[in-house]
């Protein structure tokens, strides 16, 4: 499985922006997908993930109620819709997928990152 991100950019705060996440090769009902970031100087941080088979979504408590990630099976994308951006959600967006249930501790497939800059 490969993944590729994009959709990142430059915007103001308050606004919204739409990552997407493509996945050639086949993904099974058994895998989760989700998003990362990484801000400069810190630890990539979980961000929320999608059980691929049953559209179930989970979010960390620092971007609940702000982002929403939702999947088109036909497709094989994900989406990472963020909303009300703050300057300090700049960062490098990463999506990544998981089949052994680690999405949010280790994920098995990585995408290629997508930087997100917020102007103040």
């Known amino acids: 499985v490969q993944l590729q991100a994009s959709g990142g950019g430059l915007i103001q705060a308050g606004g919204s922006l739409r990552l997407s996440c493509v996945a050639s090769?086949?993904?099974?009902?058994?895998?989760?997908m989700g998003w990362f970031r990484q801000a400069p100087g810190k630890e990539r941080q979980f961000l929320g993930g999608?059980?691929?088979?049953?559209?179930?979504?989970y979010y960390a408590a620092s971007v609940k109620g702000r982002f929403t990630i939702s999947r088109d099976n036909a497709k094989n994308t994900v989406f990472l819709q963020m909303n009300s951006l703050k300057p300090e959600d700049t960062a490098v967006y990463y999506c990544?997928?998981?089949?052994?249930?680690?999405?949010?501790?280790?994920?098995?497939?990585w995408g290629q990152g997508t930087l997100v800059t917020v102007s103040s």
């Open positions: 999608i059980t691929w088979s049953s559209g179930s979504t």
């Open positions: 990544a997928a998981d089949y052994r249930g680690k999405l949010t501790t280790n994920p098995y497939y």
């Open positions: 090769g086949r993904i099974f009902s058994s895998y989760d």
